[in-house]
C-alpha cells in the first residue's frame, strides 16, 4: 500500500466458490486463492463458500467491511450462469449492500465466462492426452 493510501480506497478480492462436503476440497480454493494474492500483490484476497464451507459469504464480507474494507469485487468461481450465479450470490451481496451502506460491492462475471478458460480445458486435454493418464479421485 502506498503512503497515504487508506484500506479502505484499495479494491480487495473475495472468491466465491461453491463449498464441499470434503473437508481437503477447501485447500485448492486456499492455493489458488494464494497464487491471486501473489500476482495482485498488495490486493487482499478472501474466500468464501455459498455452501459446505467457512466462511461463508455473508460473513466474509463483514469481515472485509469490519477491517477497513470499502470496496469489495466479489468473484464467483462457477462455470455456468446457474441460480448460485443468478439468484443466490446476488442476494447475499444485495443484503450486504443494506447492512454496510459504505461498503461498495461488486459482483465480477462467473468464471466460465471468460474466454480464457477455452485455453484451459485445451491444456487439461493436451496433458492428459500427453501423459496417458487422468485424474485419479484415489488421489489427494
Do not use: W
Request: proline share 6%.
Amino acid at each position: 500500500m502506498r503512503v497515504g493510501e487508506a484500506m479502505g480506497d484499495k479494491p480487495a478480492a473475495l472468491i466465491v466458490a461453491h463449498g464441499s462436503r470434503r473437508a481437503q476440497a477447501g485447500d485448492v480454493l486456499e492455493t489458488m486463492a494464494a497464487h491471486v494474492r501473489q500476482r495482485l500483490d498488495t490486493t487482499r484476497v478472501d474466500i468464501a463458500y455459498l455452501e459446505n464451507g467457512e466462511p461463508d459469504v455473508a460473513s466474509a464480507i463483514e469481515n472485509c467491511f469490519f477491517e477497513g474494507v470499502r470496496r469489495l469485487v466479489v468473484i464467483p468461481l462457477f462455470l455456468l450462469p446457474g441460480v448460485h450465479v443468478k439468484v443466490d450470490l446476488p442476494r447475499v451481496i444485495e443484503a450486504a449492500r443494506q447492512a454496510f451502506p459504505n461498503l461498495q460491492i461488486l459482483q465480477a462475471d462467473f468464471l466460465g465466462a471468460h474466454p480464457a478458460l477455452g485455453g484451459v480445458v485445451c491444456e487439461l486435454f493436451l496433458d492428459c492426452v500427453k501423459s496417458g493418464h487422468g485424474f485419479d479421485p484415489r488421489d489427494d
